[in-house]
């Protein structure tokens, strides 16, 4: 799997003269170590450009922003850290002025019971809420800490770093994201209609491919195509290929070496791909393993062209640095009103299996014959905690929405074919409902991990999105 980035946060120092500004020069201190000791790096005013490296005047506040404009091209999010009150013109300013459009973290430092004479009292208690209010006059949007005040060596504001990372992460993987479509979108499945247009207005492109390009640049191969033959060896070395035709996997390793070319090629990310029944039929395979083992190294493939799915997919995975499925919400599990099955016929990444193996693709077998649909990623879904997350445009409002929140993939017995796993997701009954009342697709996204409220905080905050918290956040 693909290495995830450090991360790079510039950092507010808030100061406010009349209050203790040692707390100023502590507190820069303390934020630096938290950032630090979480693996990322930290970009902050010394105490050479401005007093202890805070930003109180507006002075400081150009000499911050010149320092993040100077490092744009590596700075992920903002964290504003109040030691003291802070100057809420002074944080506002530097942010305004560097010209960034990350997310930006408030964090204020609390005040001790047993110190608050003149001396040693913060009042950051209360300076968070003006900083606040001065970035929404700036019309700057801002996350904040879970906790009203939280020290920076805190366990709390450990794993709210850890959660606001994975909000940048999303942030910046979006910033002018290109999709690959590859192939029209089979005719049975109106479900997957969605906008280009309204995903060009959040930066987001959509590049087509006719599949009668990709099958004519197979076509122009031949079988000992170095491109082709390591895609093969790498098909082999992914997924047990026993009783697969070599033939089979060859055309497999064709499409895969075909499909990497083309996305280098016009500079996309991620891809969506036709699959239902035209591969079957005229190519003789199903995609699903090419589709694997790209999911399976964080660059998400959706199948029947479904763009959003994949883009749903790759919020998880940016969030997560872990691999990301499209799944079918498909069938009730038992009378459990809180489990689900949710399968795919298959190409979920490696990473989601108990055990995998590679054979023919069930359903579609019925219909163009089980030689034509070879390449399946066929096994039981491994159990652990899951974050889910749908995100699509409703072309009615011109907007882009969906939905998040956490489940857990369980050990329940199940037996069936495809690639399939028993969700359970607190308040099943009522997300279903909101599923079906919003008009929601019967695909979603899943993730290992537990990230839904970093998605959710992106969507809102972030990229101007609708999206619905399950269950409801408390906040």
């Not at 919020?315 to 009103?337: E, F, I, Q, R, V």
Request: proline share 4%; with cysteine; net charge negative.
């Amino acid at each position: 799997m693909a290495a995830q980035r450090t991360m790079t946060y510039g950092v507010v120092v808030g100061n406010r003269g009349f209050f203790p500004d040692q707390l100023a020069k502590s507190g820069r201190e303390e934020m630096i170590t938290a950032i630090e000791a979480a693996g990322a790096k930290a970009i902050v005013l010394t105490a050479q450009d401005s007093k202890f490296g805070a930003v109180e005047t507006f002075a400081e506040a150009l000499r911050c922003a010149e320092l993040f404009k100077k490092h744009a091209a590596d700075i992920d999010g903002i964290i504003v850290t109040l030691p003291n009150f802070g100057d809420e013109r002074g944080i506002a300013d530097a942010l305004r002025l560097s010209g960034l459009k990350v997310p930006v973290l408030i964090q204020a430092t609390p005040d001790k019971s047993d110190a608050m004479t003149i001396a040693t009292r913060r009042d950051s208690f209360c300076g968070k809420m003006s900083a606040c209010n001065n970035l929404m006059q700036y019309g700057i949007p801002y996350s904040l800490t879970t906790l009203h005040t939280e020290a920076p060596a805190s366990a709390e504001f450990k794993a709210d770093l850890e959660w606001f990372g994975a909000v940048c992460r999303i942030v910046r993987g979006l910033h002018n994201l290109r999709i690959g479509s590859i192939g029209a979108r089979p005719a049975a499945f109106n479900t997957v209609r969605y906008s280009e247009r309204i995903l060009e207005t959040s930066g987001i492109s959509v590049i087509p491919i006719d599949l009668s390009e990709i099958l004519g640049r197979i076509n122009k191969m031949g079988d000992n195509d170095d491109a082709g033959q390591a895609k093969l060896a790498a098909i082999k070395s992914y997924v047990t290929t026993s009783g697969i035709p070599e033939a089979a996997l060859l055309k497999m390793a064709k499409l895969g070496a075909v499909l990497d070319g083309w996305m280098k090629e016009v500079e996309v990310t991620i891809s969506a791909v036709q699959c239902w029944t035209s591969l079957e039929e005229y190519f003789g395979v199903v995609p699903c393993t090419i589709m694997s083992m790209m999911s399976n190294n964080l660059i998400p493939s959706a199948c029947e062209v479904d763009v959003p799915g994949t883009l749903s997919m790759y919020m998880l995975a940016l969030a997560s640095g872990t691999p990301s499925a499209l799944l079918d919400w498909n069938n009730n599990y038992g009378s459990d009103p809180n489990k689900c099955v949710c399968f795919h016929c298959s190409n979920l990444p490696k990473h989601f299996f108990k055990e995998v193996r590679m054979d023919f693709q069930e359903i579609i077998a019925g219909t163009v014959g089980k030689e034509n649909t070879f390449g399946t990623c066929v096994g039981r879904v491994k159990s652990g905690a899951m974050s889910y997350a749908r995100y699509s445009t409703d072309d009615r409002r011109g907007i882009i929405r969906g939905y998040t929140g956490p489940g857990q993939f369980t050990d329940d017995p199940l037996t069936t074919f495809g690639g399939a796993g028993v969700a359970e997701i607190p308040k099943l009954q009522k997300l279903l409902k909101h599923i079906c009342r919003e008009g929601f697709e019967h695909h979603v996204a899943a993730n290992f991990s537990d990230v839904s409220k970093s998605i959710h905080e992106a969507a809102v905050r972030y990229l101007g999105w609708e999206s619905y918290y399950h269950p409801e956040l408390e906040d």
